[in-house]
């Protein structure tokens, strides 16, 4: 299984970039699917988060900017991100617990994508 993250790259601050990432493999289940980021010199953090119920957790820092949702159907998450400012200027990743099939049984894998650039100017 493996995530393919799409979207990012330059905003002035007070715009809006959308993220978005796709699941894909052998897939039984996603349960909840995230994005996090690292600036530089910084831990990742959690930006949000949604269960596959629809339940969203938001970073104190994005809460009223950002908005997460998931397509289950095409095993996508997006992130919206609006009224962008130069702190949010991070590497991005996207993360899911993936419920893989395998041959036999079903196996957890909490799955990462490869990063994307956002950079805010001021």
């Known amino acids: 299984v493996q995530l393919q993250a799409s979207g990012g790259g330059l905003a002035q601050a007070g715009g809006s970039l959308r993220l978005s990432c796709t699941a894909s493999?052998?897939?039984?289940?996603?349960?909840?699917m995230g994005w996090y980021r690292q600036a530089p010199g910084k831990r990742r953090e959690l930006v949000a988060v949604i269960s596959d119920g629809g339940t969203r957790r938001y970073a104190d820092s994005v809460k009223g900017r950002f908005a997460i949702s998931r397509d289950n159907a095409k095993n996508t998450v997006h992130l919206q991100m609006n009224s962008l400012k130069p702190e949010d200027t991070a590497v991005y990743y996207c993360n899911a617990e993936i419920i893989e099939a395998g041959p036999v049984t079903l196996i957890a894998k909490d799955t990462w994508g490869k990063g994307t650039l956002v950079t805010v100017s001021s």
């Open positions: 493999g052998s897939i039984f289940r996603i349960d909840d």
